[in-house]
């Protein structure tokens, strides 16, 4: 297929790289079998998809940071570019996907990658599926690998849109969030970052750090009003198990953050981000200038999106089925294991859950209530064509209750929450999830836990999780994509 819409300057940079592009790192063009058929007459699933990618690695472990990363001495990095370069033109073939409306490359510290393996994989999906030029494609930034060489690299290669982890500009918080820059780095890294990308910089902040005060916040919040660009994601921090963070909190170390600060440090901040022109579109994203994330918007919206990488999640409409079918993937985990794989195999999905209708309209409600557009009845149409959304929350029930109560709408528009919904919804969303539950009337279903077969004969079958994979149970479906992508939206 030909590289339709595709920047030059991408294919130069891959064709000077040495070993990419085919199975297993062997150099050469590109085998039949990484075509991508054409979609059979009538199929419902649509073929486009957004493209997660991930980069596993970084140089040194955030105190508060539990996502799928590691810290090695030394990076393969052709080895690693070859099977990313592979995994996704697996996956893009076994999908079927004709057209990729995004890409996002998250990790990990993705800009420790180099710009030429980024270009590799850009190549390689255009290589596979129509990649429209001006196709947002996104790279999550340290600013300690974000020299202005580096960027430029990552421009020349295909990147329109970059995502700084700025996280504070203050070098005490920075030291205790364990970040690798200071706050003059990450400083330095926006100004060049928006000189490249102008318009398209994203920086990343977190509140709620052990001993921060609403003050604090604020003034830091301030800060990066002066500095930012047209993005801004907020993030709420997480005392997660097994990190630095939480050890140092939860024996005594370190103070917990009150509830009620939380929840008034975000309110500040939503105060301060409205009026400096921003819409709060979602849960923790705000943009002005209409810079929202193509990319998240795709996730929140419950469109088909493919995880290439160790631990990326996808979720794959299977075509060719008949209905509107909706599949899980996970990736395995651990680089040296999902390499493994991809080389013998050609992709390292370690395991694959058929969602059930009901499970399909359970992300849809908790993903796409996410954002100040909420869950429109088209969208809702497409997943349940039968059972509307007014005949799920228009009944009397907690739904209604909470329309009443000032929390939530159902208009013509379809289904969202109010401003003081969205800060929130975590509340909300258990008892309409339970509405849900009590409307539907499951149709006939594959036997618990079994897995759909694609239609390519190349395609090799991923049993239960074993060592290293990640399960992805039945229960529990809506609240590990929320995280997965959290995770993938830093
Ligand atoms: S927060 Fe980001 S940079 Fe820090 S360890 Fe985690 S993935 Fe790496």
Known sequence: MAVRGWRPAAAAIA????????????????????????????????ATAALYVHWPYCRKRCSYCNFNKYVVPVVDEAAVRACLV????????????????????????????????????????????????????????????????????FRAAGVNRLSVGVQSLDDAELRLLGREHTAAEARGAVEVARELFPGRTSIDLIFGLPGQSRGAWARGLEAALGLCDDHVSL????????????????????????????????????????????????????????????????????EQYIGVGPGAHGRFVPRGEGGHSREARVQTLEPDNWMREVQSQGHGTRRRVVLSPLEQLEELLALGLRTDEGVTRERWGCFSPQLSLEAVFGAPGEAKALQEQGWLILDSGGLRCTMKGLALLDSLLPDL??????????????????????????????????????????????????RNIQSQNR
């Not at 947002?136 to 960027?151: D, M, Q, Y």
């Not at 036997?447 to 290293?468: T, Y």
Request: neutral net charge.
């Open 235 to 302: 993030y709420q921090l997480t005392l997660e198990r097994g990190t630095a963070l939480a050890a140092q909190v939860w024996g005594g170390a370190l103070p917990t953050p009150p509830q009620d600060l939380l929840a008034d440090m975000y309110q500040t901040a939503r105060t301060m981000l409205v009026a400096a022109g921003f819409r709060h579109y979602e849960v923790s994203n705000f943009a002005r200038k209409g810079a929202l994330s193509t990319h998240n918007l795709s996730y929140w919206r419950a």
């Open 86 to 153: 592979r995994e996704a033109r697996t996956l893009l073939r076994l999908s079927q996907v004709q057209s990729v409306t995004s890409v996002f490359f998250g990790g990990g510290t993705p800009s420790l990658a180099s710009p030429g393996t980024i270009a590799a994989v850009l190549e390689a999906v255009a290589g596979v599926a129509h990649l429209p030029a001006g196709t947002e494609v996104t790279l999550e930034a340290n600013p300690s690998s974000a020299s202005t060489p580096r960027l430029a690299g």
């Open 15 to 46: 064709a000077a790289r040495p070993g990419g592009g085919g199975p297993g790192g062997a150099p050469g063009p590109a085998p039949a079998l990484e075509r991508a058929p054409e979609a059979g007459a009538g199929a419902a699933a649509p």
């Open 433 to 482: 999830l339970c509405q849900l539950q009590r409307c539907w009337a499951p149709p006939a279903m594959p036997e618990e836990g079994s897995c759909a077969r694609l239609q390519h004969p190349e395609e090799d079958p991923v049993g239960g999780s074993g060592a290293g994979g990640e399960a992805v149970g039945r229960s529990g479906l809506a609240g590990a994509v929320s």
